[in-house]
C-alpha cells in the first residue's frame, strides 16, 4: 500500500476530485471487500478531503440504514429510509446536498458541529446498496462541485466490488 499523498490547499475542486478519485484507485487496489474497501474509503476521504468532521457509510438493511465503516465522532446506527439526509438520499435515490442541516426539514443531529452535509447513493443497477454521508463543521461546505466529485468517488468504490458482495440481479433484485 502506498502512503497517501497529500493535497494542495487551495486545489480547484475539480483537480482535488481527480486526484482523491485517484488515490482511491491506487488505496483499494485488488480489494474486493465491501467492508474493507469502505472503511479504506472512508478514512481517505476524512484526512484528505478539506474542512470534513465526518465520512462514512451507512448500509441498506431492509427499509434501514445501519452505520457501517466510519471516521469522526461516534454516530447514529440506525436511520430509517426518508428520515434525516441520509434516509431522504436512500428513499430519493439521488445524491442530497443540504448547505445547512438546521433548515432541512427532520435532520437527525447525530454530531451536533456538523452543520453541513452530502449523501451520495450507492447504486448498483438502481438496487440501493447504502449511502456514503459526509458532513462538515462549515455552512455551505458543499456545492454542486462536490456533488459531482462525491459521486465520482462513489464510482470508484463501486468499480472495486465483486459479484458477491453486489446484490444478485436476478428477479426481484432486478426490479427494485
Known amino acids: 500500500m502506498q ?19 485517484q488515490q482511491l484507485q491506487e488505496l483499494l487496489g485488488e480489494e474486493q471487500n465491501f467492508i474493507a474497501n469502505a472503511a479504506n474509503t472512508s478514512a481517505l476521504l476524512f484526512h484528505l478531503l478539506p474542512d470534513v468532521n465526518w465520512a462514512g457509510f451507512y448500509i441498506a438493511d431492509g427499509q434501514d440504514l445501519v452505520l457501517g465503516p466510519f471516521q469522526g465522532k461516534p ?34 443531529f447525530c454530531d451536533v458541529s456538523s452543520q453541513s452535509e ?38 470508484v468504490f463501486l468499480a472495486s466490488q465483486t459479484t458477491n458482495d453486489l446484490p444478485d440481479l436476478n428477479g426481484e433484485a432486478a426490479l427494485s
Request: aromatic residues 6%; glycine residues 8%; negative net charge.
Open 75 to 108: 454516530a447514529c446506527v440506525r436511520i430509517p429510509f426518508g428520515k434525516g439526509v441520509c434516509g431522504a438520499a436512500a428513499a430519493q435515490r439521488r445524491t442530497v446536498v443540504v448547505p445547512d442541516v438546521t433548515k432541512f426539514d427532520g435532520h437527525i
Open 118 to 155: 452530502i449523501v451520495v447513493p450507492l447504486l448498483n443497477w438502481g438496487k440501493l446498496l447504502g449511502v456514503l454521508d459526509v458532513d462538515s463543521a462549515t455552512i455551505n461546505r458543499f456545492d454542486e462541485d462536490d456533488k459531482e466529485g462525491m459521486e465520482s468517488l462513489v464510482s
Open 3 to 21: 502512503p497517501l499523498a497529500q493535497l494542495e490547499p487551495g486545489t480547484p475542486k475539480d483537480v482535488l476530485y481527480q486526484q482523491l478519485c
